[in-house]
């Protein structure tokens, strides 16, 4: 079964890198003529065909839950971090979004260009400080102009059924900007496992919770009642 998963891995791979290196490239060119909204839409149409193309080759389906949670005006969403499915899924419905990464990704031929167009707020995890400033402040900002703002508190892929820290920087941004946090749980690993080659079929549950107001809080406090809710969630799954 598991040369079954690995050739359907492969029928995956063989979609997804021709869809992710042409989108990027347009997306990099002619990109630079369309606006920022259109652009990002554009270019994450890349991410609905390669989780289509997931669900054709490997079995891998979605079921979400609390797509109503989605507040109408700007936001910070702390989701989970298994995989890299989530990332793709992710930039897709909460757009227009920002999303917190290492600068280093924008280094990768192709994908990094066309990730670089949506926008993203790149950082350096070497400097924790550093990165913070570069948050709060890029993060402010992006908000102001009317886009919500992607985090994943553990910072890297923690493997399924494991728990990283979570970084309190999403939390600080909410509270300085005085925006909602949306809390996301999803199980993504199970299918799709972190620094893996070969997915597994099965159904990726994604729930999305009501958003909490952080008016008056403590970051650590509120990154805490993130972590408990997201990780009991997961487990109840």
Known sequence: MNFVY?????AFYCGYVPTVITFSLLGC?????????PRQTFITTANAIVLWWLKLTCGIKVNVEGLDNIPDKPFVALSKHQSGWETFYLQRTLRPVSTILKKELL???FFGWGLAMTRPIAIDRSNPKQAL????????????EGNNILVFPEGTRIEHGQVGNYSRSGTSLAIKSGVPILPIAHNAGSCWPAHRFVK???????IIGKPIDGTGRKSKELTEEVKAWIETTIASL
């Open 6 to 10: 690995a050739l359907r891995s492969i």
């Open 29 to 37: 060119t002619l990109g630079l003529v369309i606006p920022y909204r």
């Open 107 to 109: 280094k990768v031929p």
């Open 133 to 144: 400033r570069e948050v709060l402040s890029q993060g402010q900002q992006r908000l102001e």
């Open 200 to 206: 597994t079929p099965g159904t990726i549950h994604v």
